[in-house]
């Protein structure tokens, strides 16, 4: 069936460094993929999205990069600050019913 | 304000006595969806709804149920809840403008459900 794996599953960087979190997926129907970043005990919010017409979407710090071919996906994340420790997932998604989610990656950054 | 409820936030309950919990928006969404998050899994969809009537299994439905008679409300039912429906649950809800057309989904606090 339709799968996302997400990559590392824990993260950690220095306060100013770059973080990079990976996702492949399986279905090469999927034309949508979100990222979602948790705090801990709040509930996920869209950070950015990006549709499979486009190869990169940048959002002041924050950076989505799209690989139809691998059927693969990044977020990038450049000078890091504390206050984006916290969990972040992939989807993707064919239509707008079903949206497949990765595991998540626990992202901390040290000050 | 804008928002997704959900009721109970957390709930601890025994083996075989039915639950509900309920989810409300009041953003006029058409599509919401109930997703069950444990460690190492992500969030997996477990029904979905696209409007008031309309309701599909997502990938983990097998011992819930679900309604939508409102276009507000979406309940998710666990008719005999067992241990491993032991989770952090989350309802979420989003505009619908077809299915070439994507929305945000705006989730719920979530609901932490323990079964003994």
């Known amino acids: 069936g339709e799968n996302v794996e997400q990559h590392p599953s824990t993260l950690s960087v220095q306060e100013g460094d770059s973080a990079v979190i990976k996702c492949t997926y399986s279905?090469?129907?999927?034309?949508?993929f979100p990222w979602y970043k948790q705090e801990l005990g709040k509930r996920p919010q869209l950070i950015i999205d990006?549709?499979?017409?486009?190869g990169e979407k940048k959002d002041q710090r924050i950076a989505v990069t799209l690989n139809k071919t691998a059927k693969h996906f990044s977020l990038h994340i450049t000078e890091t600050q504390p206050e984006d420790s916290a969990v972040y997932f992939c989807?993707?998604?064919?239509?707008?019913?079903?949206?497949?989610f990765g595991q998540g990656t626990e992202l901390s950054v040290k000050p | 304000e804008a928002q997704v409820t959900q009721n109970p936030r957390y709930l601890i309950t025994v083996t075989g006595k039915k639950l509900t919990v309920t989810c409300s928006q009041n953003?006029?969404?058409?599509?919401m969806s109930w997703y069950r998050q444990d460690p190492g899994l992500g969030l997996r969809q477990i029904y979905y709804?696209?409007?008031?009537?309309?309701?599909d299994k997502g990938d983990v439905p097998e011992g819930y149920k679900v309604s939508r008679k409102e276009k507000r409300n979406f309940p998710l039912i666990l008719e005999s809840p067992s241990p491993n429906q032991t989770s952090l649950y989350f309802c979420?809800?989003?505009?619908?403008?077809?299915?070439?057309?994507?929305?945000?989904?705006?989730f719920g606090p979530g609901t932490r459900l323990t079964v003994l």
């Open positions: 279905d090469s129907a999927s034309n949508y």
């Open positions: 709804s696209m409007n008031v009537e309309v309701t």
């Open positions: 953003m006029n969404h058409e599509y």
């Open positions: 990006i549709r499979s017409n486009v």
């Open positions: 989807a993707a998604s064919r239509d707008r019913r079903k949206l497949i």
């Open positions: 979420a809800s989003s505009l619908f403008g077809g299915l070439s057309s994507y929305n945000e989904q705006f």
